[in-house]
């Protein structure tokens, strides 16, 4: 029976990290660290509780030690697009803008744009409007 505990740290290592190679996202990496080295006493013979203590306090100890550094590294960055840079500028109301009739268009750096108001008022053709927002292609607009 001394033999099936290694068989099952590799089966383990395996799955932890085809687990992780499919998610890409760090989950189970430190598993299989532990897995790894529980592996050690699973082929001294060692008890299985042993084992099992080796396995969780190498997979705890390798979460702690690099989940801080690896989220850092990781930490996905909002990258602004060309769209985003309307957002705090004003813009012209070139049709009236009424939320109820989902119909509105705006005028912003010479380019026609699709709006909606902020507060559902109705803005009439030829006011200013401050850009709050902007969902897809659509901004959201305030009364100037």
Do not use: H
Not at 84 to 107: A, F, H, Q, Y
């Amino acid at each position: 029976m001394e033999w099936v505990y290694p068989v099952i740290w590799l089966a383990l290592i395996i799955v932890f990290v085809v687990v992780e190679a499919a998610t890409v996202q760090l989950v189970s990496i430190w598993l299989a660290v532990g897995a790894l080295v529980a592996l050690v006493p699973a082929m001294m013979g060692m008890p299985f509780l042993v084992q099992i203590f080796v396995f969780l306090v190498i997979s705890a100890l390798c979460l702690v030690c690099t989940r801080p550094f690896v989220r850092k590294v990781l930490a996905v960055k909002k990258v602004n697009t060309n769209a985003d840079r309307v957002i705090g500028r004003t813009g012209l109301v070139t049709e009236t803008v009424d939320n109820s009739l989902e119909r509105g268009r705006i005028m912003v750096d010479g380019l026609s744009w699709k709006a909606k108001a902020v507060d559902n008022a109705v803005l009439e053709s030829g006011s200013r409007v401050l850009i709050i927002a902007i969902q897809g292609v659509t901004l959201i607009v305030k009364r100037a």
